[in-house]
């Protein structure tokens, strides 16, 4: 084998590797995950929210004069602290997911990188 054929050889595989980078950093699910887990994170809060107005409604203090009138079980508040509880877990899973993708989407972003210098497709 001659030096020029192995240099070929080298090329293509660098293109090879460029091209399944480039397929593979299309699309960045890592921004999905983020949005999943922001939009999650906000109705979460929103929830908590909900269940710290229906919790300070059953035991938090009234106005002097004012007669508490309790009937049965919290259900609503059990439903609203179940709802944030979800919700707030589910948006920790899915902001830890996208940091994970997002740091190796950016390793194999600066291959990418370093593979288009090799090649010289950066000028």
């Not at 593979?24 to 809060?45: P, T």
């Not at 989407?105 to 370093?114: G, N, P, S």
Request: aromatic share 8%; glycine share 8%.
């Amino acid at each position: 084998m001659s030096v020029r054929t192995t240099e070929l050889a080298a090329d293509a595989a660098l293109r090879a590797e460029h091209d399944e980078l480039s397929r593979r950093l299309e699309v960045r699910s890592s921004i999905d995950h983020l949005r999943r887990g922001l939009l999650r994170l906000f109705f979460g809060l929103i929830a908590m929210g909900i269940t710290v107005k229906l919790g300070w409604d059953r035991w938090g203090m009234f106005a002097p004069g004012v007669v508490r009138k309790v009937r049965g079980p919290p259900v609503f508040l059990w439903i609203a602290t179940t709802a944030a509880v979800l919700l707030l877990a589910l948006a920790i899973r899915a902001l830890a997911r996208a940091r994970r993708l997002g740091a190796e989407e950016d390793r194999l972003f600066a291959r990418y990188r370093q593979l288009r210098a090799e090649l010289g497709l950066d000028r």
